[in-house]
């Protein structure tokens, strides 16, 4: 009973979110690079470029470039199985579409893995984690231009091929599934490199740039098996449960309905093919999707061993009487949840819908499951003694273990790790802050820029520690 032997405890980061030195040894501008900070209301503003006087939290980040030997020893302190970080593609195709690969940055994670292998800590790693080189974005406009696909699978086996002895488990992009809801655009920036014009379609850009991501998935992934058949290779998809708001059929079908729109992804990674619903939708909405004949094969040849998948919240919605054609949106849609509690950024806390989402999955797919992001972003409070009391943290954890593990014992769920997110401070992806953390570990350093960097064990440390030591049976 309980979690496997050889369950994955460790936590998640993401290069672009933590490593810094955004223009040192070789390294090019990503996306993210000219995304600048903003505050608890305002979201990150992208510049296409680097001006003067503007705050770009992640050319410093935590500097993990080069505190990475310090940070993974705190890690293997935990107790850490694995560590969940993403390759930067741009400190190694600096601009993309190079032919030969930067070795500086090859090296440099050559480097960390093997102090991550010293310890006895798996490396988990995601090859496109928001931080697509911007010339990519420049010159051929993102994931909206097929050429994208050719570029992203040179850059997947060049990792495979270095690294295949270093690492056996692998994501290609994270959260792929995010821009689906279009909102403000911002995911579809993040995810896809686009912006869009007003003139233009955003559904039908969305769902171009998701096929060839989809497409440039599959063939990394065959790649990937003929490199190593030993490698496991995932998708990584955002699961946000979409409730609906009252047990009234129109609410119900509209949940459904949504739930088709933001999670068909899975079952283009895992079955390698498109759900009935979404290709009616293009056809019924007259959207031109580029897919063709070789498309539908490679992703037959290219489905993945496990569904790597974050959890953070769950939605809820109802239908609109005057939209029964439903569109779904993203933000607009979603109205708040009476019976659940939520973050100080609105974020709705719902262990119950992590068990949920773990039994939606295994009925659906019958893969092995891999929850690689949870947690809880908060305001620490730094004391007089340096300590750091996050209860709060420990009690978000400790109720989404506590559903993890009836799903893995009552229900039958086939667990290979949890990887909490940042388990050591870093930028916020969505609103570009280092005040909102979410680590074991505390690092000095702010929204201003301010701080010296050092590192502190926060009480969910010693917490966390435990939850491992004893395979999560204290928590
Ligand atoms: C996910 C991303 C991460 C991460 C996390 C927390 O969507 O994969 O990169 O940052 O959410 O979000 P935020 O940083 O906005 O709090």
Known sequence: MGFRKDFLWGGAVAAHQLEGAYDRDG??????????????NTRRRITGEILKGENYPNHEAIDFYDYYKEDIRLFAEMGFKCFRTSIAWT?????????????????????MFDECLKYGIEPVITLSHFEMPLHLVQEYGGWR???????????????????KDKVKYWMTFNEINNQADIGDGFMLYANSGIIIKPEENAEELMYQASHYELVASAEAIKAG?????????????????????????????????????????????VKGEYPVNILKYWERKDLKIDVTEEDLAVLKQGCVDYIGFSYYMSFCTKAEPDNPEY?????????????????EWGWQIDPIGLRYSLNWFTDRYKVPLFIVENGFGAYDTLEEDGSIHDPYRVEYLQHHISE?????????????????????????????????R????????????????????????????????TNGENI
């Open 438 to 469: 979410y680590g074991f570990i505390y690092v000095d350093k702010h929204n201003d820029g301010t701080g010296d960097l050092s590192r502190r064990k926060k009480d969910s440390f010693e917490w966390y520690k435990e939850v491992i030591s």
């Open 91 to 111: 400190r190694i195709f600096p601009n993309g579409d190079e032919e030969q690969p930067n070795e500086a940055g090859l090296k440099f994670y050559d480097d």
């Open 225 to 269: 098996h003929e490199i190593n058949p030993k490698f496991q290779i995932g998708c990584m998809i955002a699961m946000c449960p979409i409730y609906p708001a009252t047990c009234r059929p129109e609410d119900i079908l509209q949940a459904e309905k949504a739930m088709q729109k933001r999670y068909y992804y899975t079952d283009v990674h």
């Open 327 to 343: 569109d779904y949106r993203g933000e607009k849609d979603r109205i708040k949840n009476q019976y659940v509690k939520a973050s």
């Open 27 to 40: 390294k090019g501008l990503s996306i993210m690079d000219v995304v600048t900070g903003g505050d608890v």
């Open 404 to 436: 993890m593990k009836k799903a893995v014992e009552e229900d039958g769920v086939d667990l290979m790790g949890y990887t909490p997110w940042g388990c050591i401070d870093l930028v916020s992806a969505g609103t570009g802050e280092m005040d909102k």
């Open 145 to 163: 231009n097929r050429k994208l696909i050719d570029f992203f699978v040179k850059f997947a086996v060049t990792c495979f091929e270095r690294y």
